[in-house]
């Protein structure tokens, strides 16, 4: 029994004893299994490749593709790039966080991707064009090499290729208004393409683009191949605009390519009124409890025509206002019609200035006159007093001649 109960006490022990030594040894272990994955990489290796080695484009039209710079190795690496033999009438560079480069800095078992460009000069027609592409360490050990093969033909993309919609393409508004469609311009081809932007409309309209919901103006815009973007065109009628209905054609067009839409703009006219007297005078004089006479005119300087014309007045109290004519059916453009104000003040109306107010109110607009009436006692109290002055004289006299007498 004693002899069963030692041997199961070794056991445990040494149980423990392996546990511990391997509890000690895990981290170790895993350091040994990384170090041997870095050491299944070579020290140095690095690769240069176009991601797409092939591509056919239209005539005119810029290319742009990734190269992505590979570094396989354990040891940090700075790649050249260099052309060695660039083809004839085209245009390459790199680019990384928008500068042209000439080489990349790669971390071990890293990549880096730049934006290969390639334009084309203006007389470079039609055929196949191959750009080679070398890469090589600082040290000039390695080297890797790449090339991108361009097709161009004198075919043009189709207009399904390229479209542009709106869900709002009528708009209306006096001249005043600064009319702003929505459009959405559509990549349908197979790669990235820069759209030039331009409409064109009545003379001495203004166009401008803006990017949708921002302020700057813009001309251009890339969309990714097989993604939209919308873009707001912003139209500025002549101020000088008739009424009516004026289309505005919209253009979108890269390389040969190019797309339309028409939108159009209603202009429904503008509603401006003026209102004073024709001697530029606001001034008139009247007496208590008679009427006073004064003419005014009201004159459409809007584009449209004001119809139903009406006036108010606002009065101290127990004064009368009345206007011939009460109303004006309608006011052409520049045109101006004359009305006659009859303001009588209150029988009780003491001798001063005072405030009358006529307001011309139109379909759309209003105008305001503001008026002084001066108020001047009755002509018939200076007659009264003229004669009690002459009844004092004369009774002054009559005194004086008796007085005289005595």
Request: positive net charge; hydrophobic residues 40%.
């Amino acid at each position: 029994m004693v002899t069963k109960k030692r041997t199961m006490t070794r056991r445990l022990i040494t149980f423990v004893i392996i546990c511990s030594l391997m509890w000690c040894l895990s981290p170790h272990l895993a350091a040994a299994v990384i170090t041997g994955d870095k050491d299944n990489r070579p020290a140095r290796a690095i690769t240069v490749a176009v991601q797409y080695s092939g591509m056919l484009v239209p005539k005119g039209d810029t290319v742009r593709v990734d190269l992505v710079v590979n570094n396989t190795g354990r040891a940090d690496e700075t790649v050249l790039l260099d052309l060695p033999q660039p083809p004839k009438g085209w245009n390459i560079s790199f680019k990384g966080a928008n500068y042209a480069v000439t080489s990349v800095f790669v971390p071990g078992g890293k990549s880096e991707t730049l934006a290969l460009t390639a334009e084309p000069d203006k007389d470079t027609g039609a055929g196949e064009y191959t750009c080679l592409i070398k890469g090589r360490t600082k040290d000039g050990a390695l080297t890797s090499d790449t090339s991108l093969t361009i097709k161009v033909t004198d075919q043009a993309i189709t207009s399904r290729d390229i479209t542009i919609t709106t869900s709002y393409p009528e708009l209306s508004g006096p001249t005043t208004t600064n009319f702003e469609f929505s459009l959405e311009v559509s990549n349908k081809s197979g790669q990235d393409r820069i759209f030039n932007l331009s409409a064109t409309g009545p003379e001495k309209w203004e166009f401008s683009f803006k990017p949708a919901y921002e302020a700057k103006q813009i001309s251009s815009l890339r969309i990714k191949a097989g993604s939209s973007q919308a873009v707001a065109v912003e139209v500025k009628p002549d101020k000088q605009a008739k009424l009516g209905t004026f289309p505005v054609n919209v253009e979108v067009n890269s390389g040969q390519s190019k797309a339309e839409a028409q939108v159009r703009v209603i202009i429904t006219g503008t509603y401006e009124i003026k209102a004073g007297t024709p001697s530029g005078l606001l001034s008139l004089s009247a007496q208590p409890g008679k009427p006073s006479n004064l003419s005014i005119y009201v004159k459409n300087t809007g584009s449209a025509v004001q119809k139903g014309v009406s006036f108010v007045s606002f009065k101290p109290e127990n004064w009368k206002v009345e206007f011939k004519p009460e109303k004006i059916d309608a006011i052409p453009p520049n045109d101006m019609k004359q009305v006659e104000v009859n303001i009588t003040p209150g029988d009780e109306a003491l001798v001063g200035d005072y405030s009358v107010a006529v307001t011309a109110q139109g379909e759309k607009a209003s105008s305001d006159v503001e008026l002084r009436v001066t108020v001047k006692a009755s002509t018939i109290w200076g007659w009264v007093g003229l004669l009690l002055i002459l009844v004092v004289v004369l009774g002054l006299a009559l005194v004086f001649r008796y007085a005289g007498r005595r």
